[in-house]
């Protein structure tokens, strides 16, 4: 068999076929009602360092293990598929375990689920976390959320076009190959305000959603807005506040610069 006939072949199966109807996609993540997330897709949590991503993702994995949302947001998961992996790239263990206890906390229970598999993979190069994700899925058909803490750990150079787009080819092949919705964290650079280096670029051009948190350091107030959102409108953004102790949902307030933008 020739190599032209093995690819011709390859192709066949890609063939559209117009008696086939598909599933609609698995509505997996919802923010205030609205489709952030599904299987088959990915999205990412983009910020400035110390600014609440962590805290956010918590609330978001906590909220798959409990009827309630959790501010306004929800992870439901399929009936035969509860389980979520959670893979940390950059904490140390200390760190972690606070991430931990707070998604605990969250859920009010004694002790995490068995159905949330966490990693703290931070001595790990990036060829190895990749293949700890093959390996995972492959044996755990019954995970159908993938949470990488973060996606910079995946990838050497994040401004490198080739590797970047390896990257992105990668999240395409698991989240169709084992149906899954894939959750990514991401900075965002200082000077723009845009998703970090070419990898940012790529990864909003083909994320289902982006979604951007801020910290406001004068009130302790975390906020997360949608940037870019392919399957639905745009959810009005979702303030916390950190206030004796505790976080609790506050009306939201634009930031200065873009009140003074709107009077103009």
């Known amino acids: 068999m ?32 609205k489709l952030v997330g599904s299987a088959g897709n990915w999205i990412t949590l983009a910020g400035m360092p110390k600014t609440g991503k962590s805290f956010f993702l918590s609330a978001i994995t906590a ?7 959790i501010f306004g947001m929800k992870l439901t998961l399929p009936a ?15 760190d972690m375990w606070r ?12 002790r995490l689920p068995s159905r949330l598999d966490a990693f703290n993979v931070r001595e790990d190069n990036n060829i190895v976390i990749l293949s700890y ?7 755990n058909p019954d995970c159908s959320v993938l949470i990488t803490d973060g996606i910079l750990d995946l990838i050497v150079n994040y401004n490198d ?17 084992y149906n899954i919705l894939v959750i990514t964290v991401l900075h965002l650079g200082k000077k723009d305000n845009h998703t970090l280096g070419t990898l940012g670029s790529a990864s909003d051009r083909y994320a289902q959603s982006t979604l951007v948190i801020d910290k406001n350091k004068e009130d302790q107030t975390f906020t997360i807005a949608s940037r870019f959102m392919r ?3 745009d959810f009005d953004p979702i303030a916390i506040q950190f206030y004796d102790g505790e976080y609790r949902q506050v009306d939201y307030q634009a930031p200065k610069e873009l009140n003074s933008r709107a009077k103009k």
Do not use: G, W
């Not at 909220?63 to 949302?69: I, P």
């Not at 991430?99 to 969250?106: S, V």
């Not at 076009?161 to 190959?177: D, P, W």
């Open 161 to 177: 076009e080739t590797e970047s787009r390896r990257l992105i080819q990668f999240f395409k092949m698991i989240t169709k190959k």
């Open 231 to 233: 399957s639905d409108l």
């Open 99 to 110: 991430q931990m206890e707070r998604i605990r906390k969250f859920i009010r229970v004694d």
């Open 80 to 94: 035969n598929r509860k389980k979520i992996c959670y893979l940390d790239t950059e904490s140390s263990e200390y």
């Open 2 to 33: 020739t190599n032209e006939t093995e690819i011709l072949q390859k192709l066949d199966t890609r063939r559209y076929n117009p008696d086939y109807v598909p599933q609609p996609d698995h509505k997996l993540f919802t923010i205030r009602n």
């Open 63 to 69: 909220s798959a293990f409990t009827s309630l949302d």
């Open 133 to 139: 994700i093959t390996a995972y899925l492959d044996i």
